[in-house]
């Protein structure tokens, strides 16, 4: 019997997955497979420019928001501030975005978005858009492929995962240095 993850009802994930050992049937491994295919379809895209899929996701971050903090940012993205603080700095030095002090609070350093930032944004837009329509995938589809990576997503987030025991290794394994 073969099953998705995404056809499976939750409470008979686990029993799904026991009965099947194909890769292309768990969840996780095509999230995994997507994550890379599209880190190559945006490398395509983006081609010779700089941008990479992590700098434009952050623009558009910056852009929605008209500007955070490099910890809103983090929060915002879900990924930690010393993973963000490189690709800023780098952003800044191509004058894509900019780093003002928070009026408010001089401490508080602000990320915003240039005005050549937002050109470019604009640009890697109307491409994604481009590229994304040429995929043949319809709107409620990729609506529905959404809410369900979302809903996916927050379960795992919230999730206290089962840890894996693992047995002792044979002795002549233990017997082998690791170099």
Not at 92 to 99: C, L, M, Q, S
Request: with cysteine; glycine share 4%; proline share 5%.
């Amino acid at each position: 019997m073969s099953c998705s993850a995404f056809h499976c009802q939750p409470m008979r994930y686990i029993e799904c997955m026991k009965k099947i050992s194909d890769l292309d049937n768990m969840a996780c491994f095509q999230v995994y497979q997507l994550h890379h295919a599209f880190g190559r379809y945006y490398q395509a895209a983006f081609a010779d420019t700089g941008l990479t899929y992590a700098k434009y996701v952050m623009l558009k971050a910056l852009a929605a928001q008209k500007g955070m903090s490099l910890s809103d940012l983090s929060a915002c993205l879900g990924v930690e501030p010393n993973t963000l603080s490189p690709l800023a700095k780098k952003m800044a030095g191509f004058g894509v975005i900019e780093r003002v002090r928070d009026p408010e609070d001089e401490r508080r350093i602000v990320l915003r978005p240039t005005t050549y930032g937002l050109e470019i944004l604009k640009a890697a837009d109307q491409v994604v858009m481009q590229n994304f329509a040429d995929l043949g995938i319809s709107a409620d589809d990729a609506s529905q492929a959404i809410a369900i990576m979302s809903r996916l997503r927050t379960a795992v987030e919230k999730a206290s995962p089962a840890r894996v025991i693992v047995p002792d290794a044979p002795l002549a394994a233990q017997d082998v240095p690791c170099d």
